[in-house]
């Protein structure tokens, strides 16, 4: 398997433009997880999604952030306008279940700069 | 936030084992210890997990203490390439992830 795959890898904006960050996951996971990484604030958990539907949001920033997963192997990060203190890697995890004892598979991640 | 406290940072001579400690006092019965390690940027590696026994794989051994208040990971041969951020998890309801500051292990030639 490829592993989850986010694209882009990097993504370099203005602020006030919509992003917009993609991740396919491990085929066959049915958990997946939206994560941020700041030095100032370390990884950060912004959502996750229980076989395609969104179980807890509570670490999203902002109205600003949205998440979508309309199908098992995709999901979208939309960040609408962009700010630049949300420059930071996203990356993106599967797992197989929520069950306890299952693993987390990470992205390589999408490094965002908003000018 | 994280049900782990970690050291900061470490150093650990290539070749010599590293053992990373953890305590998580307040872990439940049924929660299991997890161990991730991030290098630099790229996103974090898996790298065993354990509920009550003590688990080893090709990267490393995980220790518990017997009332599951504390754990070690173990690098048994540290090399330059495991210089990484380690982080101990206990996840809230069985799968959010929540990663602390970790420790900085620095594998010294």
């Known amino acids: 398997d490829a592993g989850v795959i986010q694209s882009p890898r990097h993504e370099v904006t203005e602020m006030g433009q919509e992003v917009t960050l993609r991740c396919k996951p491990i085929?066959?996971?049915?958990?997946l997880f939206w994560y941020r990484q700041t030095m100032m604030r370390g990884l950060e958990l912004l959502i996750y999604?229980?076989?395609?539907?969104?179980?807890?949001d509570s670490g999203m920033p902002e109205d600003r952030f949205s998440a979508k997963m309309p199908n098992a192997s995709f999901s979208t990060l939309k960040i609408q306008p962009s700010e630049p203190r949300d420059s930071a890697v996203y990356f993106c995890?599967?797992?197989?279940?929520?069950?306890?004892?299952?693993?987390?598979?990470f992205g390589s991640g999408t490094q965002l700069s908003v000018l | 936030d994280a049900k782990t406290t970690q050291p900061t940072s470490m150093d650990c001579a290539e070749g010599r084992a590293a053992n990373l400690p953890c305590n998580h006092s307040?872990?439940?019965?049924?929660?299991?210890v997890y161990w991730y390690r991030q290098i630099h940027s790229q996103g974090p590696q898996y790298i065993i997990h354990?509920?009550?026994n003590n688990e080893t794989n090709e990267m490393a051994s995980l220790i518990i203490t017997e009332d599951r208040k504390s754990s070690t990971l173990i690098l048994p041969h540290a090399t330059l390439r495991d210089t990484a951020v380690y982080y101990c998890i206990v996840p809230y309801n069985f799968n959010k992830f929540y990663f602390g500051s970790g420790t900085k292990l620095n594998v010294k030639p």
């Open positions: 085929s066959g996971h049915n958990s």
């Open positions: 307040t872990i439940s019965g049924n929660e299991y």
């Open positions: 354990g509920l009550k």
């Open positions: 995890a599967s797992s197989l279940g929520a069950g306890s004892g299952e693993k987390l598979f």
């Open positions: 999604f229980n076989n395609n539907v969104p179980i807890d």
